[in-house]
């Protein structure tokens, strides 16, 4: 089967021969590998990606469900000269990282909701970010750091 969509708002193609998950493409076959693959179960939020401006677990997605859709990782949300996606910027003002495996998913979560809802409450910060587990439990600066970017906290 060949299937074509936008992967970061470039025109891709590629071909299998068996059922593959969105998220085995992505990292195996289409150098995305900012998607992590950790519990294939839609449980923890490290695969997740948008898929026509929706926030979804790669895992969960055949890839042949993605035929003539807009795939965005985490290497999309950056600028196109490289300039780092406000979130990403607080999350990195804030030392919001640790281990960094569960970034990439509570990135893309985040994008979602600052481009739906621009200043978000703190309470909708943690709902949007519920389906994201982080092993570290760095949830409270991920957290401060999305509440400095909504104007919520002071810096």
Do not use: W
């Not at 071909?15 to 693959?37: C, I, M, Q, Y």
């Not at 990195?92 to 409450?121: K, M, N, R, W």
């Amino acid at each position: 089967m060949i299937v074509s969509f936008r992967l970061n708002g470039q025109q891709t193609t590629f071909r299998f021969t068996h059922p593959v998950s969105l998220l085995n493409v992505l990292r195996n076959e289409l150098a995305a590998p900012g998607a992590k693959s950790s519990c294939d179960q839609g449980e923890c939020g490290s695969c997740s990606v948008m898929l026509d401006e929706e926030l979804v677990c790669s895992c969960l997605v055949l890839a042949s469900d993605v035929e003539g859709s807009e795939v965005t990782t985490v290497e999309g949300v950056s600028g196109p000269d490289g300039q780092l996606h406000p979130v990403q910027r607080a999350m990195h003002e804030a030392g919001a990282v640790q281990c960094g495996f569960c970034t990439p998913g509570i990135v893309v979560a985040a994008v979602e909701l600052f481009d739906a809802e621009p200043s978000p409450s703190a309470s909708r910060i943690r709902e949007a970010l519920a389906g994201n587990i982080c092993r570290c439990t760095g949830y409270g600066a991920i957290v401060r750091s999305f509440e400095r970017l909504a104007g919520r906290e002071a810096p």
